[in-house]
């Protein structure tokens, strides 16, 4: 296994979590009281129980690093996830931010910004 790093997000709710992002393609791989790993293909996602987070002032982020980005958010958007600017969970269509690269962004129940990034060959 090549080394990598994940990001370890909060949870207040492990079953709400897990429900969250399964229907985004997502696989429980474990769970315990204090921890979950969920998984999609190479994206791999670490949560802490959190149960007191407030979503409104959260400043939990990571960035996905996608192969398809129009596929990844073709699914979100599928789910019924709006695309607005307040609230949570919620949605921001990708574009193509100043230095070139397309970026969109999920944000999930716990009101962590998840930023959705296209892989280029630059990218690193």
Known sequence: MADHATPNLPSSDFGRTSAFYVALGFVEGWRDDGWMILTRGD????????????????????CLRLDDLDG??????ATGLPETCQGHPRLHPPRTEPWGGRVGALIDPDGTLLRLIQNTADTF
């Open 43 to 62: 994206l791999v996602l670490e949560f802490f129980s959190y149960p007191d987070i407030d979503p409104r002032t959260s400043s939990f982020s990571c």
């Open 72 to 77: 990844f958010y073709a699914v979100c958007k």
